[in-house]
């Protein structure tokens, strides 16, 4: 997600699990081929499983952008085929591209052709007028042809005339029985629901009908709902006791960020919905707001910020 699931919010959200798949910001094929590539798609060996997610329509630079990427070693790239901002629309990539499921087959072919590893598609129902049935039916069965290794979709259909993006990932109504249908028409083909789940129970309902489940906001917006994915839907040990186990870990990955001179709200600010609930947290949320932003501001600034948080959740928040 643009601006949220950068290398430093990426860190930490692997520190809770280790079963989950991270994706990061959608990077354009030009900016990855031409920019500044440690800084937009540099990341630890400690993330993986991770996937490098492009934004692009024009087959050989997003072939060149994914070999890239695969030299980086990413586990995985994603084409994004669903992002309805004006910007990406006059690049035309995005969710634009569902009206182009040939162009996108083209992409997909010389991008699969030139890396190992799995190329997958992120899309959207459909956009605009389309019927979303034809529209996403079809467009999966070409990316299906053209080698797409999965596909991942927004259950709800974009507007590109007349919504803001944050509208878009509100206003059209989200329709899972169609993406349980697109699921039965594809029984070994995986197929990964998203948009609007906002619990691990809710993802486990899902699961009962599709492959995966790909969390957004509510991932980002409370990281510690992460601790429970490998406990409740892989059947295994979390990777730390508990968010502050979590926490203390990801303190030593901020002090080597502090050292090589990044500020501590580049890595505070992924961390402002946490402990929601827990006595303390409106202080916690305070120190990252007010003094984690100065420029200079070290570790002891968020070990204040986390030392305010009472450790017992509230049983309101408990589960
Ligand atoms: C701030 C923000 C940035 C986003 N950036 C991307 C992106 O770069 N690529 C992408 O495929 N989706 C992006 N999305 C959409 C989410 O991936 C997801 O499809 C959408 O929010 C619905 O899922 P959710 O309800 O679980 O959040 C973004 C969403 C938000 C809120």
């Not at 692009?56 to 994004?80: C, H, S």
């Not at 598609?121 to 797409?148: I, M, N, S, T, Y």
């Not at 303190?251 to 929601?276: K, N, P, S, Y």
Request: with cysteine; glycine share 8%.
């Amino acid at each position: 997600m643009m601006d949220w699931t950068d290398r430093r919010c990426r860190s930490v959200h692997r520190l809770l699990t280790r079963r989950a798949r991270l994706y990061t910001e959608m990077v354009t094929a030009d900016a990855v081929v031409f920019g500044p590539r440690e800084r937009l798609i540099g990341f630890e060996d400690a993330q993986h499983p991770v996937a490098l997610q492009l934004g692009g329509a024009e087959p050989q630079r997003l072939a060149e952008a994914a070999r890239i990427g695969a030299d980086f070693g990413y586990d995985e790239i994603n084409l994004n085929c669903g992002c309805p901002s004006d910007r990406v629309q006059s690049g035309r990539f995005g969710a634009c591209l569902m009206r182009e499921p040939a162009l996108v087959a083209d992409c997909l072919a010389a991008m699969v052709a030139a890396v190992r590893i799995p190329v997958t598609v992120k899309c959207r129902l459909g956009v605009d007028e389309q019927d979303p049935r034809a529209a996403l039916f079809g467009f999966a069965a070409a990316v299906k042809a053209a080698g797409a290794a999965a596909l991942v979709v927004h259950a709800r259909k974009a507007w590109l005339e007349g919504l803001s993006p944050k509208d878009n990932r509100a206003i059209p109504p989200l329709d899972y029985p169609l993406v349980y249908e697109l699921k039965d028409a594809h029984s070994v083909w995986p197929i990964v629901l998203n948009g609007g789940v906002a619990s691990l129970e809710e993802a486990s309902a899902h699961l009962v009908h599709v492959d995966g489940v790909m969390m957004g906001r509510a991932a980002y917006q409370n990281p510690e709902l992460l601790l429970g994915v490998d406990p409740k839907l892989f059947g295994e040990a979390p990777p730390v006791a508990d968010i502050f186990a979590a926490l203390e870990a990801f303190m030593a990955i901020v002090a080597e960020g502090l050292e090589r001179g990044e500020r501590l709200h580049d890595f505070t600010r992924h961390l402002h919905g946490l402990f929601a609930g827990r006595r303390g947290a409106r202080r916690y949320r305070r120190i990252l707001a007010t003094e984690a932003i100065r420029r200079g501001a070290g570790l002891a600034v968020f070990r204040a910020a986390v030392a305010e948080v009472e450790r017992e959740p509230a049983l309101a928040a408990a589960e």
